[in-house]
């Protein structure tokens, strides 16, 4: 058993160093972390009132869109259509019958007359049919035409059907009726759609 000397201090030693360094070191993370803490809660109310800013203009758009949308149904029930559309289509026939080209039908006419037949006249309705039926060309538009014609015999008047049929102005002719006239000749009237723009 060795000899120890007798301690002389009023109290023992302890070393406190370590222990103040690491309180230390948790109220520097303290600090940091309250300061972040508030600067996220400012960020945050900023962000806040940015969207509440943003809802409150969001909100004040679709209120003003309402009213247009309001202001616009009301006119919009004010209005007689089914007058402005007969007024649209009075219109667009006045623009057809000033556009239409006359000596251009009359020369595609020419091509498919055969010989024995004449024409007595020739009615275009200007009712604009689309061209979709069946042996019209895709995509003009054409417009109907009623022929009151005379033939000398019936082969004539069926030569004339056929021609109708093969030129690639016209579409879908229908006999609509024929009758024998005195001297053996056969009055017809024939419907058939004229395209002022031929099929390629």
Same mark, same amino acid.
Not at 125 to 140: E, K, M, N
Not at 146 to 171: I, K, R, Y
Not at 173 to 180: D, F, G, T
């Given at each position: 058993?060795?000899?120890?000397a007798?301690?002389?201090?009023?109290?023992?030693?302890?070393?406190?160093?370590p222990?103040r360094?690491?309180?230390?070191?948790?109220?520097?993370?303290g600090l940091?972390?309250? #300061?972040?803490?508030?600067?996220?809660?400012?960020?945050s109310?900023?962000?806040a &009132? #940015?969207?509440?800013?943003e809802?409150?203009?969001l909100?004040?758009?679709?209120? &003003?869109?309402r009213?247009?949308?309001a202001?616009l149904?009301?006119?919009?029930a004010?209005?007689d259509? #089914?007058?402005?559309n007969?007024?649209a289509?009075?219109?667009?026939?006045?623009?057809a019958?000033?556009t239409?080209?006359?000596?251009?039908?009359?020369?595609?006419? &020419?091509? &498919?007359?055969?010989?024995?037949?004449?024409?007595?006249?020739?009615?275009?309705?200007? #009712?604009?049919?689309a061209?979709?039926?069946a042996?019209?060309?895709?995509?003009p538009?054409?417009?109907?035409?009623a022929?009151?014609a005379e033939?000398t015999d019936?082969e004539?008047?069926?030569e004339m059907?056929?021609?109708?049929?093969?030129?690639?102005?016209f579409?879908?002719?229908?006999?609509?009726?024929?009758?024998?006239?005195?001297?053996?000749?056969?009055?017809?009237?024939?419907t058939?759609?004229?395209?002022?723009?031929?099929?390629?």
């Amino acid at each position: 058993m060795s000899w120890q000397a007798p301690n002389l201090a009023r109290r023992p030693f302890l070393n406190l160093r370590p222990l103040r360094r690491v309180a230390a070191a948790l109220g520097v993370a303290g600090l940091a972390l309250t #300061a972040w803490n508030v600067s996220s809660y400012l960020r945050s109310g900023s962000d806040a &009132a #940015a969207r509440v800013a943003e809802i409150a203009r969001l909100d004040a758009e679709a209120s &003003a869109a309402r009213e247009r949308l309001a202001t616009l149904e009301a006119d919009l029930a004010s209005r007689d259509l #089914a007058a402005e559309n007969r007024r649209a289509a009075f219109l667009n026939d006045r623009i057809a019958q000033r556009t239409f080209g006359w000596n251009r039908l009359f020369d595609r006419l &020419a091509e &498919a007359l055969p010989r024995g037949v004449r024409l007595r006249s020739l009615t275009p309705r200007f #009712a604009v049919v689309a061209g979709d039926g069946a042996g019209a060309p895709d995509g003009p538009t054409g417009v109907v035409l009623a022929l009151d014609a005379e033939a000398t015999d019936g082969e004539a008047m069926l030569e004339m059907v056929d021609n109708l049929f093969a030129h690639p102005s016209f579409a879908a002719p229908n006999l609509a009726r024929e009758s024998r006239q005195r001297g053996g000749n056969i009055a017809f009237d024939l419907t058939v759609t004229y395209f002022p723009q031929e099929r390629p």
